[in-house]
Nanobody, 118 residues
């Protein structure tokens, strides 16, 4: 059974940073693409970044590159998303997802809430 469990969300002040974790079980992480997405209240789901199983550089949404960084620790089956210079508009539920490619994501976590507020 494939499971993805996000953690690390919480309340942070504007300008602050957080690192989210996605623990993956039931598959070998190095064989899968892992993506981070988010959904803000009353908004659609937005792709943030995706790390493939190859040596290609990760993909980033244009508006987020430079502030958000994805990384993966294959031996530990964990993927991270470092968020920096956070703004209130970054408030959302953040999800990780896995699949055979960044456009085919079959497995999803339950999400972790990030709230940016003073």
């Amino acid at each position: 059974q494939v499971q993805l469990v996000e953690s690390g969300g919480g309340l942070v002040h504007p300008g602050g940073s957080l690192t989210l974790s996605c623990a993956v079980s039931g598959v070998t992480l190095k064989d899968y693409a892992i993506a981070w997405l988010r959904q803000a209240p009353e908004s659609g789901r937005e792709g943030i970044s995706c790390s493939t199983s190859s040596s290609e550089s990760p993909y980033y949404g244009n508006s987020l590159k430079g502030r958000f960084t994805i990384s993966r620790d294959n031996p530990r089956n964990t993927v991270y998303l470092h968020l920096s210079t956070l703004e209130p508009k970054d408030t959302a539920v953040y999800y990780c997802a896995a699949g055979i490619s960044c456009s085919v994501l079959d497995f999803w976590g339950q999400g972790t809430q990030v709230t940016v507020s003073s």
